[in-house]
Nanobody, 115 residues
Framework: QVQLVESRGGLVQPGGSLRLSCAAS????????MGWYRQAPGKQRELVAAITSGGNTNYADSVKGRFTISRDNAKNTVYLQMNSLKPEDTAVYYC?????????WGQGTQVTVSS
């Protein structure tokens, strides 16, 4: 199975930046897509950004222009660069990977945006 290990989140001020990483246990060429989801207290988990094996990306409207998802195939790693962070970005962020047969999740990491 695919194992996903996320980097630490952290506390950042509004307007600040943070980069998350997610390392997969096997080549991401074998993964149809990877993405980042987030879940705030009392809210449903939502898709933040995703990238396919072909490099196509999509983003939630709330993060377009601020967040960038990317991948490094040689390192089996996907990244989420978060800029211009807002308090409403506060959530637990989860890495996701999809194969043709299964869906895999990282452990989740807390991102808090506050003064």
């Amino acid at each position: 199975q695919v194992q996903l290990v996320e980097s630490r989140g952290g506390l950042v001020q509004p307007g600040g930046s943070l980069r998350l990483s997610c390392a997969a246990s096997r080549s991401i060429f074998s993964i149809n897509s990877m993405g980042w989801y987030r879940q705030a207290p009392g809210k449903q988990r939502e898709l933040v950004a995703a990238i396919t094996s072909g490099g196509n990306t999509n983003y939630a409207d709330s993060v377009k222009g601020r967040f960038t998802i990317s991948r490094d195939n040689a390192k089996n790693t996907v990244y989420l660069q978060m800029n211009s962070l807002k308090p409403e970005d506060t959530a637990v962020y989860y890495c996701n990977a999809r194969t043709q047969l299964s869906d895999f999740w990282g452990q989740g990491t807390q991102v808090t945006v506050s003064s």
